[in-house]
């Protein structure tokens, strides 16, 4: 089991990706499990302070995970339907952090990560994969960068996806979702005691992919 933890726009979903298919392990991307719920209640209307609405809804979500026929890459399906792209906007972007701090939603959400996970052989990034979901993890890693390097990625992957956001408007909306990403009472953001930290801010995708690659060979090998 690797875990990769970290901000948002670290390059994190990119690398684990990358290096799942490399080690021939399966790719989970938690983020996406949580945009995928923020896209229903962005179009449903949910109350995010009502916990019956919010439980209720719930109820409604199917988030899976189903491979690319053409690349192979799992992409994410709601409720039978893929939504890879409709989750990736600026929209859901605003509100996934808020809707992933709502203790009803983590539990659903980790139930089925542990569940998509039990097997190893995966590669699962997220926020708190190495400090709750898999505690137990052979590989820890956390992702950092610095803040307007990651704020100058987001701006040009929403760019990449038609989205013209100014950059300062992209910096306060990563702001945001730091704020509450590390100070959620349901296991917020952090560093695992025994995880390795990589600060991609001057690294190549290639230099970070290879560096956890390595990492996990080295445990593998043992």
């Not at 726009?9 to 021939?24: D, H």
């Not at 610095?146 to 996806?161: H, I, K, N, S, T």
């Not at 590390?182 to 690294?203: C, F, G, M, W, Y």
Request: one cysteine or more; a negative charge.
């Amino acid at each position: 089991m690797i875990a990769v933890d970290g901000y948002s726009a670290c390059g994190k979903s990119s690398t684990a990706k990358e290096v799942a298919s490399r080690l021939g392990y399966v790719y989970i991307d938690t983020g996406a499990m949580y945009r995928a719920v923020t896209l229903f209640f962005l179009q449903n209307f949910i109350n995010l302070t009502n916990p019956k609405d919010v439980k209720s809804a719930l109820d409604q979500v199917n988030v899976s995970f189903i491979p690319n026929p053409n690349t192979g890459i799992n992409e994410v399906y709601l409720n039978g339907f893929n939504v890879e792209e409709a989750i990736r906007g600026m929209e859901v972007s605003g509100k996934v952090s808020e809707v992933s701090a709502i203790p009803e939603v983590r539990k659903a959400m980790v139930y089925l990560q542990r569940k998509l996970g039990k097997n190893k052989a995966v590669v699962m990034d997220g926020r708190d994969i190495g400090t709750f979901v898999f505690p137990e993890a052979e590989l820890k890693v956390f992702m950092t960068a610095d803040f307007d390097v990651r704020a100058a990625r987001r701006q040009q992957e929403l760019l990449e996806r038609g989205e013209m956001i100014g950059f300062e408007e992209v910096k306060k909306n990563l702001q945001h979702r730091d704020t509450i990403d590390t100070t959620r009472k349901e296991s917020p953001l952090k560093k695992a005691d025994n995880a390795h930290v990589i600060d991609t801010t001057q690294l190549t995708m290639e230099e970070q992919i290879e560096q956890i690659v390595q990492l996990a060979k080295s445990i593998i090998d043992q």
